[in-house]
């Protein structure tokens, strides 16, 4: 089974310029999540979705980040306009319903991370 | 939110026995302890989780005093592809949200 996938893997843009990221969760994971890491920190939750709804976006930094999912699948984080700060790498995880298959740790799996550099 | 203390950094040689302590002195009484695992240029990866006593799985133990206030995972006879990062999380067992908090972790460096 296909693991959490994000594309692109490194993005160089200028300070100003727009970057889309894109992650594809596990098949039927209802639950995805978006975390990033800025240079010298710890990782930080910027938001959740339940299937194509946000549930809870008090992670998200500012106005420049709007994330989607459409349809319940893919979800994308766009960064417009972008700025210095906002490099570092952008995580994604999904996880299956609550209680899904009798588990009772809903476990979120990591994609690789998109590694985000602003000049 | 439950903050946790581990080291910044262990050594260890390969086929020895690692164990690395977490702090957590205001844990709450239903939040559960998570590990996670982080190897260069990959996302984190679930490890185990205890909310008492001792877990044991394929990969690791979760040791946790009655008291709940610290635990310690054991890893046993490491090898140098156990060269990673390791977090410890406290919350609610599913960890939803700004409740999903990763602290600094253990850099653990396994030696030949």
């Known amino acids: 089974e296909a693991g959490v996938t994000q594309f692109p893997s490194h993005s160089v843009i200028e300070k100003g310029q727009t970057v889309t990221l894109r992650c594809d969760p596990i098949s039927g994971h209802d639950n995805l999540y978006w975390y990033r890491r800025v240079m010298g920190k710890e990782i930080k939750f910027l938001l959740h979705f339940v299937k194509e709804s946000k549930q809870d976006e008090s992670g998200m930094p500012n106005n420049r980040f709007l994330a989607e999912r459409t349809g319940g699948t893919y979800s994308t984080l766009k960064v417009q306009p972008a700025e210095l700060e906002d490099s570092g790498v952008y995580f994604c995880?999904?996880?299956?319903?609550?209680?899904?298959?009798?588990?009772?740790?809903?476990?979120?799996?990591f994609g690789p991370g998109t590694r985000l550099t602003v000049l | 939110l439950a903050k946790t203390t581990q080291p910044i950094s262990m050594d260890s040689y390969e086929g020895q026995e690692v164990n690395i302590t977490c702090s957590h002195n205001?844990?709450?009484?239903?939040?559960?302890i998570t590990w996670y695992q982080q190897f260069p240029s990959q996302g984190p990866r679930f490890i185990i989780q205890?909310?008492?006593t001792k877990v044991t799985n394929e990969v690791a133990s979760l040791f946790i005093p009655a008291d709940r206030k610290s635990s310690t995972l054991s890893l046993p006879r490491v090898s140098l592809s156990d060269t990673a990062v390791y977090y410890c999380l406290v919350g609610l067992p599913y960890n939803y949200g700004q409740n999903f908090v990763f602290g600094p972790g253990t850099r653990l460096s396994v030696l030949p």
């Open positions: 205001n844990i709450a009484t239903n939040d559960y």
């Open positions: 995880a999904s996880s299956q319903g609550a209680g899904a298959s009798g588990m009772t740790y809903n476990e979120q799996f």
């Open positions: 205890g909310y008492k």
